[in-house]
Structures are given as structure tokens and as C-alpha cells.
């Protein structure tokens, strides 16, 4: 069974600007979650984008479950750093909208909608409009949004960094306990070390100008991961050597 994701010395400019990503070459197995830090403008968006097919190689290639990007639309999902949801739509017909897209017929929608929902913990919001609600909540809209879609592979742009440390880190929890039901494979976009220590079972630290994987970090915690993990020695531990190698980084900059 090949990687459910794989870069073969892929670049990246656009037009005829600096090149964003320069010879960048992994594999993602299924059921990896894969968290993307660094420098801003090293990077780590445009691989979510070079994933989902939002853009166009420079060079090398892309594979995603054994497909080129555009043929393999339907296998993912995407949660962007806003959650984009249309104010004059209920919770519930914002959950839908990607199904309606794929004109899925309506009882399925708002079956699937509902599961995704209750997925969240927003079963009692479904009838709220997206001002109802909470910056958290509206967040996990976006999430049940695109777990409607029931994906192979969750792509997901820094969706809590707009948020507080307390809710984000409850989200991070929820996150992984809904992955413990579904084993997508995610590409976790984030500036914070503690986030991606949470979360991930491996860590990509890129530099940039222009971008390159500069280190993988294998994360050897066990899921499930609670507060009790990030009280741990080895999560603190993991902590400081992936912020002593974003301070590397960074340095190299300048």
C-alpha cells in the first residue's frame, strides 16, 4: 500500500517571485499526524495547498493515496485558520454546505451533518446562526464542517490560533479524541511548540527563503494524549528540543 502522502523534490514559486519550498521530499503513512512549524514564510501553508491541489507545482511531485492532487479531491478536507462560515445559515445548513457541493441528496446531508455535529459537541447549537456562538465553537463548526465529508486526510491551517491558550488547548484534546473515531491522517499547520508537541506523532521544523525541511522529530508520546501528558518529563522534554530547533532556525535568518 503506498503513502498516503508523498513529495518527490518538490519546488515551489509563484510566478516569477523567490521559490517558496525547495527540494522538499517526505511520506506520510496512513494514520500519521503530522504537525508543520516554523518561520513565517517558510512554508508550511503552500504544502497544505500543493496537497489539496489549491496550487500548481514548480516542480517535482506530489502524490496523494496514490493519485496526482486533482484526482484525489474527494479523500480530503480543509480547515482554514478562519472558519469561513455563511452568517445567514444555521449551524446545521453550514455543515452541509461542502455535501450540497457534492450534491449529496438532502436526507443524507443532514444525516451527516448531524453525526458531524454531535461529533463536536454542538448537537444543541445546530438551529444557532454563527453569531450565536462562541469563537471556540464556531471553530468546531469548521472542523464538523469538513468531518462531514468523512476524509482520508484532514488538512488543517492554524484553525486555533486566533483562540486562548485554555480553549485551544481543549480543542487540541477534543480534536484527537474524535481522530481516536475516525484515523484520518492530518496535516497540522501551527506557531505554537506545545501544539505540535500535542498533537503530532512526528514534527516537521522548516527554514526559510527559501523553504526546506530542516528536521523531523518523531513525537513518542502515547495517544490519548490528556493534561496529564503535557504535565509530563517527556512532553516538556520534546518541548524544549523542537523550540531550541525553531530558535535555530530563526537564527539563520537573520
Not at 500548481?56 to 496523494?64: E, H, R
Request: proline share 6%; aromatic share 6%.
Amino acid at each position: 500500500m503506498p503513502p498516503i502522502v508523498e513529495f518527490k523534490q518538490v519546488e515551489k514559486r509563484y510566478g516569477e517571485g523567490p521559490v517558496i519550498l525547495d527540494r522538499i521530499s517526505f511520506t506520510a503513512e496512513r494514520g500519521d499526524f503530522i504537525a508543520l512549524i516554523g518561520p513565517s514564510g517558510c512554508g508550511k501553508s503552500t504544502i497544505l495547498k500543493l496537497i489539496s491541489g489549491l496550487s500548481p507545482l514548480s516542480g517535482g511531485s506530489v502524490a496523494v493515496d496514490g493519485m496526482e492532487p486533482d484526482n484525489a479531491l474527494e479523500e480530503l478536507a480543509f480547515v482554514f485558520q478562519e472558519p469561513t462560515l455563511l452568517p445567514w445559515l444555521t449551524v446545521q445548513k453550514n455543515v452541509e454546505v461542502p455535501l450540497r457541493l457534492r450534491s449529496t441528496r438532502a436526507d443524507r446531508r443532514s444525516d451527516l451533518a448531524t453525526k458531524s455535529l454531535a461529533l463536536v459537541g454542538l448537537s444543541e447549537r445546530a438551529g444557532y446562526y454563527p453569531r450565536q456562538l462562541s469563537g471556540g465553537q464556531k471553530m468546531r463548526v469548521s472542523i464538523a464542517r469538513a468531518l462531514s465529508l468523512s476524509p482520508k486526510i484532514l488538512l488543517l491551517d492554524e484553525p486555533f490560533g486566533a483562540l486562548d491558550e485554555m480553549t485551544r488547548d481543549h480543542l487540541n484534546e477534543e480534536l484527537l479524541a474524535i481522530r481516536e473515531q475516525k484515523a484520518w491522517t492530518a496535516f497540522f499547520v501551527t506557531h505554537s511548540v506545545a501544539e505540535a508537541v500535542f498533537l503530532s506523532n512526528r514534527i516537521f521544523v522548516l527554514s526559510a527563503n527559501p523553504g526546506r525541511l530542516h528536521r523531523e522529530v518523531a513525537v513518542d508520546l502515547p495517544y490519548p494524549r490528556t493534561e496529564e501528558t503535557r504535565q509530563s518529563a517527556r512532553y516538556q522534554s520534546l518541548v524544549a528540543e523542537v523550540s531550541k530547533l525553531l530558535r535555530s532556525v530563526e537564527r539563520n535568518q537573520l
